[in-house]
C-alpha cells in the first residue's frame, strides 16, 4: 500500500509541477517578444528589457530567432510582438493583416567580414557590389546564411544587384550554411571565407578568429529595424495593450535615448531613428 | 482463511498428449491424485516427468486431454492450496523472509498477517537465522529449503516437488526429504520426480514409472521394486540407460 | 586548441563562481528532463511490460516501432510539437508554448520509446525466468507483471537514466518549443547553442562540461543507490 500511495503522490507532484511551470505561461504581465537575432545577441536586450519592466511592469519574453522564423511565429499568432529587420517582409506581414503598423525603430548596417589576408584584394572598396564580384571572380569563399533570415535576405539583395548569381556556385565558393548568424560566422572564422554579418552581431562575436571588417559605410548596406504589433484581430489570444504599451515606449524619447546609450566595447551598436 | 481457495483434490487428467517437432513427449492415458501420502515420479531423462507435472499444474496447456481440479477447469488463481516447487525455484530480489511474505499474499492473507505468519514458516524451515539475507545468494540447499517452505506456507493440499534435491549435499537432501516427510505426514497430498532410487524409496508410499512420454508403471513403492511389471522398469532400476528408441 | 584550455578554466570559474544564473539554468534543465522522464516512465514502463509479456498478432511490428522511434529526431519532435501548441494548431487554447510545460512534452515524446523498447527487452528477458513461478503464486497478468517491474528494478533504473541522458542532453526540441526564454526556458543545452551562436566557444564549451558533470553525478548516484541496496541484502 505504501509504495502505491507514494507512486500516487509522485504522479500527483509531477503533474502539479507541470502545472505550475505551465501556469507561469497564463500571467497577464508578460509579452512575448519574436525577435531577430542580433538584437539579443548583441546584449541589447539586457540593456533595454529591464528599463522598460521597472517602469511597466510587464515582463517581455525574447524568441530570437533568425527573422523568417521569426515572422512565421508571429504569423502562427506565437507572439504579441514582433522585432526584425527586413522591411519588405515586414509590409508583406501587415499587408497580409498578421499585423497592425509598421514602426522604424533603429538602424545599424551590415559590414562584409572575412580573413585579415583578403585573398580576394577587396579592402578598401567603397561599394558592395563590386566588392561581392569580386570574390566570385576570385572564387574565394563566401559563407552564406541561406535560411531566409534578414541578412540574408540582405545579402540576396545585394547579389541581386550584380551581375552573379551565387546559388549557382552553390557547394563550391558559395557555402550555404543554413544556419544562424553566430553558426555562419563561426563557419566563416574556420574555413577563412567572407560572410555579410549586421554590424551589432559582429561586434558583440567572441570568436573573430582573425577575420576583420573590409566593406563598410556603404548606404546600400544600410540595416532597418522595424517593430510590429501582431494583430489582435487575427490573433485574439495576443496581449495587444501591453504589446502597444511595450512599443509605444521603444518609440518614446526615453527608449529611442536608451538604445541610443547602448555600448558594446565601447561601439555604439543602435541607432535610433523610432517615428 | 482464504476466502478465494477452493480443494484442488481431486486432480483427475484424461488423454493429455503433447507433441513438439513431430515428437511426443507425453501421452498419458488418465491419471488421479487423490487422498493423501507421497507419489514418486521415476523415469529415465526425457520421460515426460516434469513436463506431466507442469501439465496437470497449469504450466504447459497440452494438444490434447482434459484436467479438472475437483470437477472444474484449471485456474490458479482460485486455486491457491496448491503447491510446486520448480527444478529451478526463482527466488524474487528480495529477502529471504519477503519471499515467504511474498508467497504469503499471493494466497490472499493481509500484509500484517503475511508479517506474522512469515517468520514461522522461516524457523519451521530452520531459515530463521537467514531471514534478512537476500534470497538470490543463498546455497543451493538454503534456496532449495526456502522454496519449499515458500510453497508450504501456502497451506497446500496438494504439492509438487521437481526434483528438489539433484545437486544438494547430502545433509541439505535429508533436510528437504525430512520437511516432505512432515508435510505429508500432516496430511498433504505430494508427488515428486526423484532423480535416484533411494530418495524415492525414503520418501514415497507409491511409484510412478514414466518411459517415453507414457505412464509405463503406476503400483506402491514395495511392489515396483519386488516385481518391477515392464522390463524398461527393471532394466531402469538395474541401473541401464534407456535410450529413446528413435537414437538406437 | 587553446579553446579547451580556456573552456576548463570557464567551467571552473562557472562552478567555483556559483553564478545564480547558471544555478537557475541547471535547476531548470534538471526540473524539465527529470520530469519528463517521470511523466514518459508513467507512460512507458506500462507500454513496454504490455509488449514484453503479451502475444497479438501485430506486435512484432509495433516493437520494431516503438524501438525505431528511439532513433526521433529531436528538431522533429519539437517542430511536430510546436505546430500543436502553436496559436495556429489545435492545442493553442492551452497556451502552453514557449513554458518549460511544453519542453517537458517534447521530451517525453523523445523519452518514452527509449523507456519503452529498453524495458520491453529487459522485462522480456526476465519473464522467461520468472513466468512459471509467478503462474504458480496464483496471481493476475496485472499482479504478475507489477512484481516483474520490481524484479527488474535495476535494469529499469538503467532505462530511466538511458531517458534522462537523451533528455537532458537534447537541445533541438527544447529549443523550439521552448524558445530560449532567459529567465524562462533557458535550460543548460540551449544556453550552450545560444553562446556558441555568440562565438563564446570556450564559454560554451564550459557549459558543456558542467552538464556532463552533472550528468555524471546523477548516473554516480544511482550507481551508489543501487549498491547501497545490494549492501542491505536486496538483490
Known sequence: ?275 | MQSNTRPVLPLIAKGLFVRRKGRVLLDVDSIAIDGSGTTVLVGPNGAGKSLLLKVLSGLRVPDKGQISWNGLAPDRQRYCRFGFVLQNPVMLRRSALSNVEYALRAVGHDKSEAKRRAPIVLEEAGLTSLASASARVLSGGEMQRLALARALAAGPDLLFLDEPTSSLDPASVLAIEAMVKNASRDGMRIVLIAHDLAQAKRVGDEIIFMHRGKIAENVPMEQFFKQPGTPEAEAFIAGKILVPKEQQ | MQDFAASFLEAFQLVLGFNSGLLEIVWLSLKVSMTAVVVAAIIGLPIGAFLAVSRFPGRGIIIVTVTAMMGLPPVVVGLVVYLLLSNAGVLGPLQLLYTPTAMIIAQTILVVPIIAALARQTLEDLNVEYRDQLKLFGLGSFARLRTLLWEGRYSLMTTLLAGFGRAVAEVGAVIIVGGNINHVTRVMTTTIALETSKGNLALALGLGIVLVVIAFTINALAFLLRAAAERSAYV
Open chain 1, 1 to 275: 500500500m505504501n509504495r502505491k500511495a507514494g507512486l500516487i503522490v509522485g504522479f500527483c507532484m509531477v503533474v502539479s509541477t507541470a502545472l505550475t511551470l505551465g501556469g507561469q505561461s497564463a500571467a497577464q504581465d508578460h509579452i512575448l517578444l519574436q525577435s531577430t537575432t542580433s538584437t539579443q545577441n548583441s546584449g541589447l536586450y539586457e540593456h533595454l528589457l529591464p528599463l522598460f519592466e521597472k517602469q511597466s511592469g510587464i515582463q517581455v519574453r525574447v524568441v530570437a530567432v533568425g527573422t523568417g522564423q521569426a515572422i512565421k511565429n508571429a504569423r502562427n499568432c506565437d507572439g504579441d510582438v514582433l522585432l526584425v529587420h527586413a522591411k519588405a517582409a515586414e509590409l508583406a506581414f501587415v499587408e497580409e493583416g498578421s499585423g497592425t503598423v509598421r514602426h522604424d525603430l533603429m538602424y545599424n548596417d551590415f559590414v562584409l567580414v572575412g580573413p585579415a589576408t583578403d585573398p580576394a584584394g577587396i579592402k578598401g572598396m567603397m561599394k558592395i557590389g563590386a566588392a561581392l564580384e569580386k570574390i566570385a571572380r576570385a572564387r574565394a569563399a563566401f559563407v552564406s546564411r541561406g535560411d531566409n533570415s534578414g541578412t540574408h535576405k540582405k545579402e540576396t539583395a545585394l547579389w541581386a544587384a550584380t551581375d552573379v548569381d551565387p546559388v549557382g556556385y552553390s557547394g563550391t565558393w558559395y557555402r550555404e550554411t543554413g544556419s544562424g548568424m553566430g553558426a555562419t560566422l563561426n563557419t566563416a572564422s574556420a574555413m577563412d571565407a567572407y560572410a555579410l554579418t549586421d554590424r551589432a552581431t559582429w561586434i558583440s562575436f567572441g570568436n573573430k578568429a582573425d577575420h576583420i571588417v573590409l566593406i563598410e559605410g556603404d548606404p546600400d548596406l544600410f540595416n532597418q529595424y522595424g517593430v510590429i504589433l501582431v494583430n489582435k484581430e487575427r490573433c485574439p489570444n495576443i496581449k495587444d495593450r501591453a504589446g502597444q504599451q511595450f512599443i509605444d515606449w521603444l518609440l518614446s524619447p526615453q527608449g529611442q535615448g536608451a538604445i541610443g546609450r547602448y555600448r558594446l566595447n565601447g561601439e555604439q551598436l543602435f541607432y535610433p531613428n523610432g517615428s
